[in-house]
């Protein structure tokens, strides 16, 4: 079973205070989530995917300092992973993007990602707070459904049919604004 | 290395962190590059002689609120950005607020003057000078910041370097003010700005090749 942000959250704050046992818990479950979240990603030999596996869990043992204990433990990972995968990619490591590296490396342009961001937060804040969660995790942070039910605690379905409804919404409303 | 024996290793030494340890590794950065550049202002430049009596008047402060208030909203900027969240540098906005107040003392001073001394006023003694100055004297706190950096995550790397580079301008700046014996506001918002906006620049440029991790 995959651990929940709770419990990810908890460990990571556990290692923060220097307790070894939670840190070693806390990388332990991050290595099935991190495979996860890089072979839905990215296609290599199996061999390459557990080198970024790797990369990433000296990385989040590294800087783990920059966590910040009042925010979701999640984000701060999948935003180290995403950065580590950039990374990859653009040395012409082996592992090739399964698709998206460009909205990836265009994301990287910020004045225009900014823009682009603010618009969109004004609209997701129209809408249900669960449903405006569930499209920022899987359709702005990249993570995947799974990924996005562990961090809010909520049902792999729940996530879906939350994206579902919130796009339909949007989509009416941006329409609607331009007749 | 197999992955259970790396994590085998990585758990053998986990020290406690402290909470503010980002913030922490900025100013430290941050006061041991800016001491190098006092140093700088001391020998090089020398420290004008009239400081004391500066000090009694709203000129240097002007320049002070301005320069301090700069840094301050940069330092928060690049604390945020040293770490992996997916914030850019649209924070800095509250920055207007320090740039528009200087823009309305000057409009007031030069209302106040007549309108031959305007020139003067605008490129005082030292005009040509100025902004270099000040990004000589923040590459020391730029390559203090990049020390900081070496134990953060920063994950929009332009973006990062970009506000480490306004942080370090404008801290620079407010440095030069114990040198700088210009009393205009409007000189102060063009010549000093333009140092701080060449030093962010260059920041920005460097950003993705000195930042990466």
Redesign the interface.
């Known amino acids: 079973m995959r651990a929940s942000e709770e419990q990810l959250r908890a460990w990571m704050i556990g290692?923060?205070?220097?307790?070894?046992?939670s840190?070693?818990a806390l990388?332990?479950a991050l290595?099935p989530l991190l495979r996860g979240f890089y072979r839905r990603r990215a296609s290599g030999s199996d061999e390459d995917i557990?080198d970024l596996?790797?990369e990433t869990?000296?990385?989040v043992?590294?800087?783990?300092?920059?966590?910040?204990?009042d925010?979701q433990f999640t984000?701060?990972l999948f935003?180290?992973a995403?950065?580590k995968m950039i990374?990859h990619f653009r040395r012409g490591r082996r592992l090739t993007p399964i698709d998206g590296i460009e909205e990836l490396l265009v994301a990287?342009s910020?004045?225009e990602?900014?823009d682009a961001?603010?618009d969109i937060e004004g609209l997701l804040e129209t809408l249900p707070a669960k449903q405006a969660a569930a499209i920022r995790a899987t359709r702005?942070?990249g993570q995947s459904v799974a990924e996005a039910a562990i961090a809010h605690g909520i049902g792999e379905s729940d996530v879906k049919v939350s994206v579902h409804r919130g796009l339909k919404a949007l989509m009416a409303r941006v329409q609607g604004g331009r007749r | 290395?197999n992955?259970?024996h790396?994590?085998?290793q990585?758990?053998?030494e986990?020290?406690?962190?402290?909470?503010n340890?980002?913030g922490l590794?900025i100013a430290i950065g941050m006061i041991a590059g800016a001491l190098i550049s006092v140093l700088v202002v001391i020998l090089w430049l020398g420290v004008r002689p009239d400081l004391a009596d500066a000090m009694r008047g709203p000129a240097f402060w002007m320049k002070w609120g301005y320069t301090l208030s700069l840094s301050v909203l940069a330092i928060a900027a690049t604390a945020r950005l040293?770490?992996?969240?997916?914030s850019?540098?649209?924070g800095l906005w509250p920055m207007a607020v320090p740039v528009l107040l200087l823009a309305g003392f000057g409009v007031a001073e030069m209302l106040r003057a007549p309108p031959t001394t305007w020139l003067a006023m605008w490129l005082g003694h030292s005009w040509r000078v100025c902004p270099w100055i000040v990004l000589i004297l923040a590459a020391p706190i730029f390559i203090g910041l990049l020390w900081s950096f070496r134990?953060?995550?920063p994950?929009?790397?332009?973006?990062a370097g970009a506000a480490a580079g306004l942080a370090s301008g404008a801290f620079a700046a407010m440095v030069y003010c114990l040198h700088c014996p210009e009393v205009s506001a409007i000189f102060v918002l063009t010549w000093y700005s333009l140092g701080i906006l060449l030093a962010a620049t260059i920041g920005a440029l460097l950003g993705p090749r000195l930042l990466?991790?």
Request: glycine share 6%; proline share 5%.
């Open positions: 290692g923060l205070d220097g307790n070894a046992a840190h070693a990388l332990r290595v557990e596996v790797q869990l000296l990385a043992h590294a800087r783990r300092g920059t966590y910040d204990r925010r984000a701060w935003a180290i995403r950065y990374d990287d910020f004045a990602a900014s961001r603010m702005i942070d | 290395m992955t259970d790396l994590i085998e990585l758990a053998r986990v020290p406690p962190v402290r909470r340890v980002v590794r040293a770490r992996p969240e997916p850019g540098i649209g134990r953060l995550a994950t929009r790397l332009r973006a990466r991790w």
